[in-house]
């Protein structure tokens, strides 16, 4: 898919607000004792920004370990993001695969809570990153 530059703007923001959307039901979420599902919100939280800083450099993949990957490679190894944001993202998407397809996963109450500030540091990191 070949975008003009007015429609790449319009997607990176459209993703930005997806992801600060996800980042509000993933508290709601919290907030209501739904742990595990808040954790799925988290976690998309952060896909939906990362993809948004992919399709500002043209990188696109359908894979998530991808996404990750191409993260860790082109942001953190090279100093332009701090090191725990790869690391935000990498436990997000392994807590969130677990408490999808696993069964008697239940995160308790801190973990999930560390993960929301997570995602929080995660953002900021993230929309920094893409108006630079």
Not at 16 to 21: A, D
Not at 46 to 64: E, G, P, Q, R
């Amino acid at each position: 898919m070949t975008l003009t530059g007015d429609e790449r703007a319009q997607l990176i923001k459209h993703r930005i607000e997806k992801s600060n959307l996800l980042q509000k039901e993933a508290a709601f979420l919290f907030d209501s004792g739904l742990y595990n599902t808040s954790v799925n919100r988290i976690y998309y939280a952060m896909y939906h920004a990362v993809s948004a800083l992919a399709l500002k450099d043209s990188f696109t993949t359908s894979k998530h370990l991808q996404l990750i990957g191409w993260f860790n490679r082109e942001y953190v190894k090279t100093g332009k993001a701090d090191i725990n944001s790869g690391k935000y993202l990498t436990r997000a998407f392994e807590m969130r695969s677990k408490s999808d397809y696993d069964d008697f996963v239940n995160y308790s109450e801190n973990e999930v809570k560390e993960l929301l500030e997570n995602l929080k540091i995660f953002l900021q990191i993230v929309e920094t990153l893409i108006q630079n």
